[in-house]
């Protein structure tokens, strides 16, 4: 019986062996790192909120408010969202050079880490729109016919049938969409920026942003062809006719002058 009692394990014995297999498998990496990731993009997210609230401060509390509460020079950022400081910033609309009834497109002055930064901290202010993804916004394989229903049916009021832009009403107008990046036009959609009205997802599905984007890179990208030649704008039959009315008479207009002046110039001689 004593000889038995000697060979029994310490009851720590297994649990040591165990360790020792989990350690040897990288079961023990599996366990622990998750946590330590989480914990990393924590602190990484809180750094990019401190940094975005300071470059907030010195280039946009003036207008928006210290907490971005909003003032009467700009408005409230509170549940605006990431992807509508991603839009406004990387476009150049923001910051604005003066107030005015739209604010135009010019060169950005921030680098796109810092652009990141900013939108951290606005959307920490409150839930909005989130950045998109590449793959989000990532128009192959879209169906390029139904993105041009949709931006008929939903655009092309103010944006023209080929995304040329127009006028509004009161100095504002909608900008032309030639040679916008399709994640900026994604974020238009989403945010609706300035006098747009916004398309979130339960209205308009990613399916059919993606559409869109494919419809207006095919109508205005590098290998779209205008068949009739000068396209006038994109604006169709009536822009065409109109113009041709207006030239076309005005020169059978000069012909019969001439005619007429150099009929009577004969009939004289």
């Given amino acids: 019986m004593k000889k038995l009692s000697a060979r029994r394990r310490h009851p720590l014995a297994a649990v040591v062996v165990l360790l020792l297999a989990l350690a040897a498998t990288g079961g023990l990496y599996a366990a622990f790192a998750p946590a330590g990731k989480a914990q990393a993009d924590e602190t990484a997210q809180s750094l990019a909120i401190e940094e975005g609230k300071k470059l907030y401060a010195v280039g946009c509390a003036s207008c928006h408010g210290t907490g971005g509460q909003g003032s009467s020079d700009g408005p409230s950022l509170v549940?605006?969202?990431?992807?509508?400081?991603?839009f406004q910033v990387s476009t150049g609309r923001m910051p604005a050079q003066q107030p005015?009834?739209?604010?135009?497109?010019k060169p950005n002055i921030y680098t796109q880490a810092?652009?990141?930064?900013?939108?951290?901290?606005i959307a920490s202010l409150g839930a909005g729109p989130i950045t998109p993804t590449e793959k989000q916004y990532d128009p192959a394989g879209a169906d390029i016919a139904n993105g041009g229903e949709l931006f008929r049916n939903n655009c092309a009021q103010c944006h023209n049938f080929t995304g040329?832009?127009?006028a509004l009403?009161?100095?504002k107008y909608a900008p032309n969409l030639e040679d916008v990046s399709p994640k900026h036009?994604?974020?238009a959609m989403q945010t609706g920026?300035?006098?747009?009205?916004?398309?979130p997802d339960s209205?308009?599905?990613?399916?059919q942003k993606k559409d869109i984007i494919a419809y207006l890179e095919n109508v205005n990208g590098e290998k779209s062809t205008s068949p009739g030649g000068l396209k006038l704008g994109g604006l169709g039959p009536v822009s065409e006719g109109l113009f041709g009315w207006i030239f076309a008479l005005g020169a059978l207009i000069a012909v019969a002058v001439w005619v007429a002046a150099h009929t009577a110039k004969a009939k004289k001689s």
């Fill in 114 to 121: 810092q652009i990141d930064q900013l939108a951290a901290y």
């Fill in 185 to 187: 036009i994604y974020e």
């Fill in 203 to 207: 209205t308009m599905p990613e399916k």
């Fill in 169 to 171: 009403t009161n100095g």
């Fill in 164 to 166: 040329e832009g127009g």
């Fill in 100 to 105: 005015g009834a739209q604010v135009p497109k």
């Fill in 193 to 199: 920026p300035q006098n747009m009205p916004s398309f």
């Fill in 79 to 86: 549940g605006v969202g990431s992807a509508a400081v991603d």
